[in-house]
């Protein structure tokens, strides 16, 4: 079945560095969805992206889909301490359910 | 809007028990789905619903069953809990698995 894998599983860094985690997956998605988790609380949607080499931007959040649609990354600038989560990639191959990596804990150091 | 709605928030449970999992969303989406999370797991697919009257599994459904008779409620019955189940269980929502997913604020179950 369709697998998605997420590296680092674990990101510690000073407040003011960047921070990257990237998302592969086994099979070509359709589009692929990015959510954040704080601490105690529940997944929230952060962006879709659906076309190949698409490039999104929220504030300090820069979202990348692969050209072949297998892979995406979301580039964090500048981090702060408001940033600290669990970050998670899910896709679909289309017509099946989300399938979520296993996340990216990101700690930031003040 | 209240969202997407899960109760109770917390739960023990002693292995062999069954009991039931609450969920319910006011967006009128079909598209609904029940995921555990555990340490390094992520989130992981129990069972799904496309639909009123329609239910499918995921990716770990053993231990756990869902019916859908109305588009508002989707139950998850833990027939005879095992510490296994022990987990954080979220419930999601959506038009459907293109768009974004709400989450409800989990229920966290312990089994001994």
């Known amino acids: 079945g369709q697998q998605v894998m997420q590296i680092p599983q674990y990101q510690h860094v000073q407040e003011g560095e960047d921070f990257t985690t990237y998302c592969n997956s086994s099979?070509?998605?359709?589009?692929i969805q990015w959510y954040k988790q704080r601490p105690g609380g529940h997944p929230v949607f952060l962006i879709q992206?659906?076309?190949?080499?698409e490039v999104k931007k929220q504030k300090r959040l820069t979202f990348q889909f692969g050209e072949a649609k297998k892979n995406s990354s979301l580039h964090i600038t500048a981090t702060q301490t408001t940033d600290v989560g669990t970050y998670f990639c899910a896709g679909d191959s289309g017509n099946t359910p989300l399938v979520f990596g296993k996340g990216t804990r990101l700690s930031v150091i003040a | 809007n209240a969202g997407v709605t899960q109760t109770p928030k917390f739960q023990v449970l002693k292995t062999g028990q069954s009991m039931t999992l609450q969920c319910a969303q006011d967006?009128?989406?079909?598209?609904m789905s029940w995921y555990r999370q555990d340490p390094g797991m992520g989130l992981r697919l129990i069972h799904y619903?496309?639909?009123?009257?329609?239910?499918d599994q995921g990716e770990v459904p053993n231990g756990y069953n869902v019916s859908r008779s109305t588009t508002e409620d989707f139950p998850l019955r833990l027939l005879s809990a095992a510490p296994s189940q022990t987990s954080v269980y979220f419930c999601?929502?959506?038009?459907?698995?293109?768009?974004?997913?709400?989450f409800g604020p989990g229920t966290r179950l312990t089994v001994t």
């Open positions: 099979t070509t998605l359709s589009n």
């Open positions: 967006m009128n989406h079909e598209y």
């Open positions: 619903s496309v639909g009123a009257g329609i239910t």
């Open positions: 992206l659906v076309k190949s080499g």
């Open positions: 999601a929502s959506s038009r459907d698995t293109t768009y974004e997913q709400y």
